[in-house]
């Protein structure tokens, strides 16, 4: 399975206070990349909060006890599930949602999305939880995100609406200026630092030649390294995607003897603003890297 992501509507008991007065839902994503799609469809009607700090990814979190305090508050909690982030699990089941809606993609969608791909001899995980690189699959967060709230909060479901549909065409538009700019020059090989972009990759084309860790907060061996250093001088790598957890001495390595440029990417968004434009800024940002690696 692709991956699934988890909207877990807690109990609204509170959020209609009275006829006249309305409390703002509370919505709580587990990480930033969430949030700036919650956001785009919340924007005028809710301010949406993220639960793991800047500099911190699920691969390695440890909930504190005010972060379960915070997901205890929260109303509406936005989370990848716990295949993906298993230290949240625990946490979503003993605040005891009273709603739970999941976005599925299958195994199907997978099959198709990544057949045919060459990924330099190693195996592609079709699990790859960074669902938020796919334009398709911000799509689909948004509008069963919306689905919810306007179930929940129907006072606002044109702003909700409205929101999602203003979304769409932003994303739309961007999507379809970079299917054009992509098509027109083939990319150069390239590795990542960690196999983060599957669902960008796919969506616009691209196939990075190897990555230098399979996980961001795991170092890579030495004779791992003599492989990458290999690759990059004998198939002329041209550019390296870094992430700011990124090992300097392991990326100055891989640089020395050849004419590898690096361009960092930020699988968590954390420098974008959580507002009605972040996402879309993001994949951007995301592409323009990539275009600079062509």
Same mark, same amino acid.
């Given at each position: 399975?692709?991956?699934?992501?988890?909207?877990?509507?807690?109990?609204?008991?509170?959020?209609?206070?009275?006829?006249?007065?309305?409390?703002?839902?509370?919505?709580?994503?587990?990480?930033?990349?969430?949030?700036?799609? *919650?956001? &785009?469809?919340?924007?005028?009607? =809710? #301010?949406?909060? !993220?639960?793991?700090? $800047?500099?911190?990814?699920?691969?390695?979190?440890?909930?504190?006890?005010?972060?379960?305090?915070?997901?205890?508050?929260?109303?509406?909690?936005?989370?990848?599930?716990?295949?993906?982030?298993?230290?949240?699990?625990?946490?979503?089941?003993?605040?005891?949602?009273?709603?739970?809606?999941?976005?599925?993609?299958?195994?199907?969608?997978?099959?198709?999305?990544?057949?045919?791909?060459?990924?330099?001899?190693?195996?592609?995980?079709?699990?790859?939880?960074?669902?938020?690189?796919?334009?398709?699959? *911000?799509? &689909?967060?948004?509008?069963?995100? =919306? #689905?919810?709230? !306007?179930?929940?909060? $129907?006072?606002?479901?044109?702003?909700?609406?409205?929101?999602?549909?203003?979304?769409?065409?932003?994303?739309?538009?961007?999507?379809?200026?970079?299917?054009?700019?992509?098509?027109?020059?083939?990319?150069?090989?390239?590795?990542?630092?960690?196999?983060?972009?599957?669902?960008?990759?796919?969506?616009?084309?691209?196939?990075?030649?190897?990555?230098?860790?399979?996980?961001?907060?795991?170092?890579?061996?030495?004779?791992?390294?003599?492989?990458?250093?290999?690759?990059?001088?004998?198939?002329?790598?041209?550019?390296?995607?870094?992430?700011?957890?990124? #090992?300097?001495?392991?990326?100055?390595?891989?640089?020395?003897?050849?004419?590898?440029?690096?361009?960092?990417?930020?699988?968590?968004?954390?420098?974008?603003?959580?507002?009605?434009?972040?996402?879309?800024?993001?994949?951007?940002?995301?592409?323009?890297?990539?275009?600079?690696?062509?």
């Amino acid at each position: 399975m692709l991956g699934t992501l988890l909207l877990s509507a807690g109990l609204f008991s509170n959020v209609v206070m009275s006829a006249d007065k309305t409390e703002t839902i509370n919505v709580l994503a587990s990480i930033k990349p969430l949030q700036l799609i *919650a956001q &785009a469809v919340t924007a005028g009607v =809710v #301010d949406t909060h !993220v639960l793991l700090p $800047a500099g911190t990814t699920p691969h390695d979190y440890a909930l504190k006890p005010s972060d379960l305090m915070r997901v205890y508050k929260a109303d509406l909690l936005l989370w990848l599930g716990a295949a993906y982030e298993p230290y949240l699990a625990k946490a979503v089941k003993m605040r005891g949602v009273a709603d739970l809606a999941v976005l599925n993609f299958d195994d199907t969608q997978v099959q198709e999305r990544h057949e045919g791909h060459d990924h330099g001899g190693h195996s592609h995980l079709y699990g790859d939880p960074h669902v938020w690189f796919g334009p398709d699959e *911000a799509l &689909a967060i948004a509008q069963s995100l =919306v #689905d919810i709230l !306007v179930q929940r909060d $129907a006072a606002n479901a044109g702003v909700y609406q409205s929101n999602l549909a203003i979304f769409r065409n932003q994303l739309s538009a961007l999507d379809a200026r970079l299917k054009l700019a992509f098509s027109e020059n083939s990319a150069r090989p390239y590795l990542v630092y960690h196999d983060a972009y599957s669902y960008f990759e796919s969506h616009y084309g691209f196939t990075h030649r190897a990555e230098v860790t399979q996980q961001p907060d795991s170092k890579p061996g030495a004779k791992s390294l003599l492989q990458l250093r290999k690759m990059i001088l004998k198939e002329g790598v041209y550019c390296l995607f870094t992430e700011p957890q990124s #090992d300097g001495n392991i990326v100055t390595l891989l640089q020395e003897g050849s004419e590898l440029k690096v361009y960092q990417l930020d699988p968590m968004a954390t420098d974008f603003p959580a507002d009605k434009t972040g996402y879309v800024s993001f994949i951007k940002h995301t592409a323009d890297r990539f275009a600079e690696c062509r």
